[in-house]
């Protein structure tokens, strides 16, 4: 089992930047593929990006070129640099860990924080 807890949310304007964080604990971590989504007001929750346990990283189109993945295994944290923002980023945004590779379905990742808001302002 993991836990994880993200952090980073808040206000920007368009075209600023935030970083996200998942602080994870559980001994499974560094072995687990990761990923964030984010669920907009009113909307079904959305694949963001995912990584794996050997460091392959992949993005929805929406954020590709704007938005990196990564991870300090040593630190148990996962990281979302989120640039050039724009108000349609504007949501919940969760990190979660699983076993399945590669998976840009929410059904595939077991365990999940309890969500940063990010707001996006015009």
């Known amino acids: 089992q993991v836990q994880l807890v993200e952090s980073g949310g808040g206000l920007v304007q368009a075209g600023g930047s935030l970083r996200l964080s998942c602080a994870a604990s559980?001994?499974?971590?560094?072995?687990?593929?990761v990923g964030w989504f984010r669920q907009a007001a009113g909307k079904e929750r959305q694949f963001v990006a995912g990584?794996?346990?050997?460091?392959?990283?992949y993005y929805a189109d929406s954020v590709k070129g704007r938005f990196t993945i990564s991870r300090d295994n040593a630190k148990n944290t996962v990281f979302l640099q989120m640039n050039s923002l724009k108000p349609e980023d504007t949501a919940v945004y969760y990190c979660?860990?699983?076993?399945?590779?590669?998976?840009?379905?929410?059904?595939?990742?077991?365990?999940w924080g309890q969500g940063t808001q990010v707001t996006v302002s015009s």
């Open positions: 979660a860990a699983g076993t399945k590779v590669a998976a840009r379905s929410d059904k595939d990742y077991d365990n």
């Open positions: 559980g001994r499974t971590f560094s072995s687990s593929n």
């Open positions: 990584l794996t346990r050997v460091q392959i990283t």
